[in-house]
């Protein structure tokens, strides 16, 4: 999974620690590195974090059709299982 450094874009929000911190338990390795605009193609997948809504896949990017990727399913059942167990 890569993720661009705070300083190039975002915030450092609470959903977006909780997904590397998950994920990262998880054996997925996390790449923090600055994404420029023209490396977009090479990425089959996306998607977006915020405390509200947790996570959402992005379906299309600059009009291509990104993939349903696997992990998204790990991801959903990784923070359902957090959010549950910290009511």
Not at 78 to 86: A, K, N, P
Request: hydrophobic share 40%; with cysteine; net charge negative.
């Amino acid at each position: 999974v890569y993720t661009p450094p705070l300083n190039d874009v975002g915030v450092c929000g609470v959903m977006r620690d909780l997904v590397i911190e998950r994920l990262t338990q998880a054996g997925i390795s996390i790449h923090e590195e600055a994404i420029p605009v023209a490396d977009i193609n090479r990425f089959s997948a996306a998607f977006c974090t915020n405390s509200l809504i947790g996570y959402w896949p992005v379906r299309e990017l600059s009009g291509r059709s990104m993939e349903m990727h696997s992990l998204y399913d790990k991801l959903y059942e990784m923070l359902e299982e957090t959010i549950l167990t910290e009511d």
